[in-house]
């Protein structure tokens, strides 16, 4: 009984899919932002884990990678919640039910 | 005082033993890395940090109070953290505690108390059954993927450490995503900025 | 078989008693693990053991050294001149009916004072008390004790919010925002100390100041500045405790707590100040080393020495130093010692390369370098501070833009452009 690649590779995929259901079925901005986070996290760990295990000559650009996806994901986040204290400014909710100006 | 030895590519000689005996080189060469990871400690703590981590993906989905999903998520990025160790991932282990759990998240705290006390609830929208349905099959399909395929699993041990060759990495072959990263991150601080401004600046200068 | 006693070499030094009982065990021929937890457990009850003693010795000390500073007798009634006080204390606390606020958020309010004393406890598994008394002598040492500081910042905006008392809300952004600033100053300036050692890991840094006969703070001077100032905001301590400004903002972020609770925020501020301290022993001031006298002396002792040297400055500047106001302190984060610590990595790192390409050995390369950085580090604050004194602006008050935002959630429009 050892833990194997498969191992990590099926908590990543749990994870992106709970990632996407907050992304798509929250109705707080910010839990959607949430959803994107947790997806973020999601592809690292793949990387990470396909850097341990399979074969390749250079072995840590998956971490490279990694470092930055984080620091990518960092920068969405800022934005992504200025445009949440905007839209608060801008429409008094951040409820993205009520947001829904573009809607025919 | 003796210059204490460095090994060939400049490091420090990580640890030594005061008396020679074979019991004690034994140990320290145990120690170091393993190829399978197959031994006790790995398999529980890869199981509890799992757990950990996707019970707490699921708590942020289930609680009905914004922040208490929120220190869920946190939780889950720290159960993150750890999976990443159980990797030999330590550079990364402890960027992603440094940046996610520290930084991302204050800053998610920060967005929910800067928006109205109405909107903190964790309620889903009416599009809840297909998202879950289409979450189901994203996880299946990967799930599946991930098992079937016959993956080149190398029979290299753990990595010793990550970090200087991260690093050399970053400044040689990634040098220009990393210029391009902090070109990134500077944009992404001056938008922030600009987006929240308030709008009555034209006045205060005025004066 | 025991081993004869001759042979369990100097059991003055703990770490190699340790180390000879670890060994020891591997020879009655325990499985693999066993040495591993045995260590693990050995070193984590040995910092327990030892931040518990020192914190309730520090609160006798600090109370009679600031007391003296003040011109007062510090408190002397319980006990032979007042001894037992943090006994008294730790009792009063423990005693206490534990409150929790109407409508608070109890989970949040419960969890806060645990989330912020782990990471103080954490950080002490880095740090080298000793030739062979590490706890975990990570490769990625110096950025563990980042990372692990950043994480006080979750705690204080839980306990903040779950308080339901915008005075504590207020007192906790406050607090974030400031630490958040000084996080940014420890790294750059930790980035420059790795930089001269080559190394991420503590131990590896002790051992190159062991090496080279020379403290990091000789060669760091601007570097030593901005880790005790941005050490001291991290540690919530006067001059920059704008959080407990008792005659500010009652006690910011913990205005709701008592007991207990109030009694681990307490200890969690004399911990991060034990932890600040040791990281700059560990890192400025040559760790458990002391230019050979650890062949006679137990490295630990050494190394506690400078700790309580260190952290008898910080109650110095309590004592002494008035508090600073919190635009104050976010200025001179951002606008003084920012700058400082990138034109410090600059110079830094120039060094490094000039001492690889030119091929200079150490003896004339260090001396070099510490009058340079030195030279540097006079003319900068100087210069620096005198330009930032011409371009100070006029000065108009009016709300903070954070304030403002919360104050409209909290009354409605018409408050917040006040």
Known sequence: MSVDLEHYLIVGAVLFSIGLYLALAKRNFVGVLMGIELMFNAVNLTFVAFSRFVESPNPLDGHVFVVFVITVAAAEAATALALAVLLYRVRDTIDVDRIDLLKW | ??????????????????????????????????????????????????????????????VRNLIHAVVFLILSFVGVAGLYITLSADFVAVTQILIYAGAVSVLILF?????????????????????????????????????????????RKGFEETASVIGEALLDKYVLPFEIASVLLLVAMLGAIVLVRPEATMEETGE | MIRPLAE????????NAVGAL????????????????????????????????????????ERRVVGLMQNRIGPNRVGPSGLLQPVADALKLLFKEPVTTHNADRVLFWLAPVVIFIPTIVVFAVIPFGERMVLADLNVGVLFLIAIGSINTIAVFMAGWSSNNKYALIGAMRTIAMLISYELIQVLV?????????????????????????????????????????????????????????????????????????????????????????????????????????????????????????????????????????????????????????????????????????????????????????????????????????????????????????????????????
Not at chain 3, 364 to 375: C, H, K, M, Q, R
Request: with cysteine; net charge negative.
């Open chain 3, 190 to 418: 930790l980035l420059a100390a790795v930089l001269f050692a080559g190394s991420m890991r503590l131990g590896d840094i002790v051992a190159w100041q062991q090496d080279y006969g020379v403290w990091l703070l000789f060669l760091q001077p601007l570097g030593l500045l901005g880790y005790v100032i941005a050490g001291a905001v991290e540690m919530n301590r006067s001059p920059t405790d704008i959080a407990e400004a008792e005659s500010e903002i009652v006690a910011g972020y913990h205005t709701e707590y008592g007991g207990i609770k109030f009694g681990f925020f307490y200890q969690a501020e004399y911990l991060a100040g034990f932890a600040i301290a040791a990281v700059i022993v560990t890192l400025y001031m040559g760790g458990w080393t002391l230019w050979g006298v650890e062949e006679w002396v137990p490295g630990w002792l050494i190394f506690l020495a400078k700790l309580y040297g260190v952290f008898f400055i910080y109650i110095w500047s309590r004592g002494t130093l008035p508090r600073l106001r919190i635009d104050q302190l976010m200025a001179f984060a951002w606008k003084f010692l920012l700058p400082l610590a990138l034109v410090n990595v600059l110079v830094v790192g120039g060094e490094m390369l000039l001492w690889q390409e030119a091929d200079l050995s150490s003896g004339e390369a260090l001396p070099l370098f510490g009058v340079i950085n030195a030279l540097l580090a006079v003319a900068l604050i100087g210069g620096w501070a005198w330009f930032l004194g011409q371009l100070r602006p006029e000065r108009v008050a009016h709300r903070a833009i954070l304030t403002q935002e919360v104050g409209a959630i909290y009354y409605g429009e018409a408050a917040a452009d006040l």
């Open chain 2, 1 to 62: 005082m003796a210059r204490r030895p460095r090994t060939s590519d400049g490091r420090y000689q990580s640890a030594e033993c005061r008396v020679p005996s074979a019991r004690c080189s034994n140990l320290l060469r145990r120690a170091g890395a393993k190829r399978l990871m197959d031994d006790t400690g790995t398999i529980i703590a890869f199981w509890v940090l799992a757990a950990i981590t996707v019970g707490a993906a699921l708590g942020v989905v289930a």
């Open chain 3, 22 to 61: 670890l060994e020891q065990i591997e020879d009655w021929g325990a499985p693999e693990w066993v040495p591993y937890v045995v260590s693990g457990v050995i070193g984590v009850l040995a910092i327990l053991l030892w931040t518990v003693i020192s914190v309730l010795a520090f609160i006798w000390i």
């Open chain 2, 111 to 155: 967005a929910i108390v800067l928006t109205p006390r109405g909107d903190r609830g964790n309620q889903e929208t009416f599009l809840r059954l297909p998202a879950l349905l289409l979450a189901l099959l994203v996880a299946f399909t990967l799930g599946y993927v991930a098992i079937d395929t016959n993956w080149a699993i190398s029979d």
């Open chain 3, 8 to 15: 369990w070499y100097d059991l003055r030094d703990i770490g």
